[in-house]
């Protein structure tokens, strides 16, 4: 069965200092991958995602991730975090025989030191 | 594009009551997804809708959960007679399935339930 791991509840981080968060997929086949955010209040937003071709994909906000598959990861990451970037992301992976419904790892909140 | 709406954003029943929850999607969507997030939870996959067919729902937490898009436009969720357990923020996404790439699910803001 599809699952996400992601292995950090909480992380905080100052503020200019650079951030990855981590994510396992457990699929058996080429993977559809996705980070969201959820901010206080708010509905989650897309920030990437990847389906196939170039391994390393930019997402809005300064947020990239790479697709490891011999690692099974999907890493988030952003050179330089801001005090806006605390919130909660959460790693998925699509299910095509689901109509691409998605499995959500349980997040990572996101804390921003100043 | 309004995005995704979801009404009503809170809703308070006590236990044994039962809850419909409304979802209309963007506009132009032909797919539509429920999902549950408990607290320090990511959402969970219930059911979703291709135009007014629901394709899947064995994910549905049990048979007091139904759902239904009748004309393939807005979507409700019915929880009868709820218990404590249902207590959770309820999702719809909503996106455009075509062939071709792969198309994003665009979330509304939730139905926050409280069950007393």
């Not at chain 1, 968060?21 to 996705?34: E, I, K, V």
Request: charged share 20%; glycine share 8%.
């Amino acid at each position: 069965a599809q699952s996400v791991t992601q292995p950090d509840i909480h992380i905080t981080v100052s503020e200019g200092a650079s951030l990855e968060l981590r994510c396992n997929y457990s699929y058996g086949a080429t993977p559809y991958l996705f980070w969201y955010v959820q901010s206080p209040g708010q509905g989650l937003q897309l920030l990437l995602k990847y389906f196939s071709g170039d391994t390393l994909v930019q997402g809005i906000k300064g947020f990239e991730a790479e697709f490891k598959r011999s690692q099974s990861s999907f890493n988030l990451r952003k050179p330089s975090v801001h005090w806006s970037d605390a919130a909660e992301y959460f790693c998925a992976v699509g299910v095509p025989q689901a109509g691409t419904a998605l499995i959500f790892g349980k997040g990572t909140t996101l804390s921003v030191s100043s | 594009d309004t995005g995704v709406s979801q009404d009503p954003r809170h809703k308070i029943t006590k236990r044994g009551q039962n809850v419909t929850f409304r979802c209309d999607p963007i506009s132009e969507h032909n797919r539509l997804y429920w999902y549950r997030q408990t607290l320090g939870q990511g959402p969970e996959f219930l059911t979703y809708f291709q135009n007014e067919a629901q394709l899947e729902k064995s994910r549905l937490l049990s048979d007091r959960f139904s759902a239904e898009r009748p004309k393939g436009s807005f979507s409700t969720l019915e929880i009868q007679r709820t218990e404590q357990g249902d207590s959770a923020m309820y999702l719809c996404a909503s996106s455009l399935h075509a062939t071709g790439p792969l198309y994003e699910q665009y979330f509304g803001p939730g139905t926050r339930l409280t069950v007393t």
